[in-house]
């Protein structure tokens, strides 16, 4: 169990994909995104989400991410967030995405 001071250090934010492609050089297929959190400006992300997605359908999609892990070096690529979503479904990683659009960078609590 972790506590409530545990859960609040976790910064996951809502941001909008504005680039996305196909990511060959990882070790697992992977779409690289670059994701627009507001005022935290444009992170980037690898992020294993080929089963369910094609890159040209991510641009403009809102998702949550975590934003305060340290950046990770993947192949030649740098991931700065984590992007969050479903794993396990037949379907692949299913995005966790607010179900309306609102405000890059909102805090999720």
Not at 20 to 26: G, Q, R, S, V, Y
Not at 33 to 49: E, H, N, P, R, T
Not at 71 to 85: A, R, W, Y
Request: with cysteine; aromatic share 8%.
């Amino acid at each position: 169990m972790i506590t409530w001071e545990d859960f609040v250090k976790i910064e996951i934010r809502v941001g909008t994909i504005q680039r996305a492609e196909l990511f060959p050089e990882a070790r697992r297929p992977a779409i690289k995104v670059w994701i627009d959190f507001g005022k935290l400006g444009i992170l980037k992300s690898s992020a294993q989400i080929t089963e369910a997605y094609e890159p040209e359908q991510l641009l403009g999609k809102q998702v949550t991410a975590v934003v305060n892990f340290p950046k990770k070096q993947i192949g030649s690529f740098m991931s700065e967030c984590l992007v969050l979503g479903c794993v396990g479904d037949a379907q692949g990683t299913v995005l966790l995405c607010p179900d309306r659009k609102v405000e890059n960078g909102l805090k999720i609590a």
